[in-house]
């Protein structure tokens, strides 16, 4: 089946935001993921949350380790995610020592303490968001579908500012988050 005009462009926003992403310098990266840790450790999403559910951080991605030390220091039910089936589910965990290098290099935690609570916050990844909150993912439709079991969990994404666009073609099925946390910005539902 031919793609749509839609999923043209997307592959296009794809391999441009990879491209951009390659640019980003290790003090780039880690000064924007400073930068989204000090906005986001101070959001009532993230002080009033029991239980964060957040992807580890790979390649170019905004650094999230730091988030990840952080709730679990204040004693919050951590988890990651794991694709299985062509699912995502998020599995708990209680030190960063536990997580495994998975077959494509993502670290991933072992299922031996479950899933994540019902009422987890979760942070999300994208390649591309635009200013009303449109997402685009990397392709596998796992947060989306995730999100359409799971629609009463709050979202924040975390980007790059250069991630955002004006205006984003997406399909019905992409997921908003309902909102999305720049180094320079944060736009909300």
Known sequence: MP?????LRKKEIRHEMRLR???????EREQAGREIYETLIQMPEFQEAKSISIYVAYNQEIPTVPIIEKALSLGKEVASPIVENGEIEFYRY???????????GILEPNKELGVVSEDSLII??????DENRNRIGYGGGYYDRYMMRHKELKTIAIAYDFQVYKELE????DYKPRKILTEKRLICE
């Open 170 to 173: 997406c399909e019905e099925k």
């Open 3 to 7: 793609l749509s005009l839609i999923q």
């Open 94 to 104: 209680t030190s960063l020592d536990t997580l495994k290098e998975s077959q494509y």
């Open 124 to 129: 999300m990844p994208g390649v591309a968001f």
């Open 21 to 27: 992403k390659k640019k980003v310098t290790k003090e």
